[in-house]
């Protein structure tokens, strides 16, 4: 009888296990759009769900390439455009203004099998930055273009270019009057940047989205798109068209894409010491992505990541009050999330 016990708890253990080993390495591509002061208080049951909407017409959009069996670079691309097409998002369509009165987008995408990466930085043309960035990363020999050069080469390379108008939405040209008055403040208190003083809203600082996937052949990829920092100047560039801060791949760990105030996230190297952890101590992705949050948060920095590894386990730690995010799973199962400890 007791040999029989024991065979059975034996049996029931290796089902659990078998169970837990499922969940986790279910997933094939993860989303973000943006980490901030997110309070379901603040948030009219009507725009909740139009951002929940969003988040899953981009999950549905870089699924639909992978059940293709196309690249993870293809579906994270897909994911980032329906991003940057919403002016919900601070991407694209939906960029913040810079304290000139101008959109100034980055972007940047990364291959995990090649290491292979492309960038763009400061664009005001370009409808869609992450397709310029995979544009610089598949037809140039460089890593990372700027500007106005950045804008050319992406007209040669068949990128839509538009009318820096496109990019004006109302909301967010009062977000930069607002922020503008808060910048005015700022000067008559010394150029002081202590938050605790309540005149600095750090949310100005964040707004970006981003997409990381496993395709069917094992190849993971990380993509990054963002209209930047409300009321930023003198060209200021945050981490998302940095690889190895704001995004990084690699198939033999993690794909990362962050969101959050760029200089605490580029001065961490969010995106590469969370592929290290897992490489070197080898840490799970969960714990990884953690401890790179916390490290950014003893820093003084606030926001998150996602990060999906080699197979299929995925994390999506951040320190604000809340981050727009989702995943799906290789069998389409849908999960978003929206608040602090938010429970599906």
């Known amino acids: 009888m007791n040999k029989m016990k024991f065979l059975a708890t034996l049996m029931?253990?290796?089902?659990?296990?078998?169970?837990?080993?499922?969940?986790k390495g279910n997933y094939v591509l993860v989303i973000h759009g943006g980490a901030g002061t997110i309070l379901k208080k603040n948030m009219t049951p009507e725009k909740e769900t139009q951002y929940r909407a969003a988040l899953e017409q981009a999950l549905k959009a870089g699924y639909a390439k992978i059940q293709e069996g196309k690249s993870s670079l293809d579906a994270v691309q897909a994911a980032v455009n329906i991003l940057e097409d919403n002016p919900l998002f601070n991407a694209g369509k939906g960029a913040v203004f810079t304290h000139d009165?101008?959109?100034?987008?980055?972007a940047s995408i990364m291959n995990g099998k090649t290491l292979e990466a492309g960038a763009v930085a400061g664009v005001t043309t370009i409808k869609n930055p992450i397709n310029a960035a995979r544009a610089v990363m598949e037809k140039s020999e460089h890593?990372?273009?700027a500007g106005r050069g950045a804008e050319a080469f992406a007209k040669e390379a068949g990128c839509e270019i538009v009318d820096p108008s496109y990019f004006y939405t109302e909301d967010r040209w009062k977000g930069l009057q607002k922020a503008l008055k808060e910048d005015s403040m700022k000067a008559k208190l010394d150029h002081s940047f202590n938050n605790k003083l309540g005149i600095i809203n750090i949310d100005n600082k964040f707004g970006t989205v981003g997409a990381v996937a496993l395709d069917?052949?094992?190849?993971?990829a990380a993509a990054t798109s963002t209209g930047g920092m409300t009321n930023k100047k003198y060209g200021r560039i945050g981490d998302s068209p940095i690889i190895g801060a704001g995004t990084y791949a690699n198939n033999n760990t993690v794909a990362v894409s962050g969101t959050g105030w760029g200089e605490f996230f580029i001065r961490t190297v969010v995106g590469y010491d969370v592929s290290a952890l897992m490489e070197y101590k080898k840490d799970p992705v969960s714990k990884a992505a953690q401890t790179v949050i916390d490290k950014v948060g003893k820093l003084g920095g606030d926001g998150g990541l996602i990060a999906l590894d080699k197979d299929g386990n995925m994390a999506m730690p951040f320190n604000t009050e809340g981050m727009y995010r989702g995943a799906i799973t290789k069998d389409g199962k849908i999960e978003i999330y929206i608040y602090k400890d938010e429970k599906k």
């Open 101 to 106: 009165g101008k959109n100034e987008m980055d």
């Open 12 to 23: 029931c253990v290796a089902m659990s296990l078998s169970l837990v080993a499922q969940k």
């Open 216 to 220: 069917k052949s094992g190849n993971l």
């Open 143 to 145: 890593v990372m273009m």
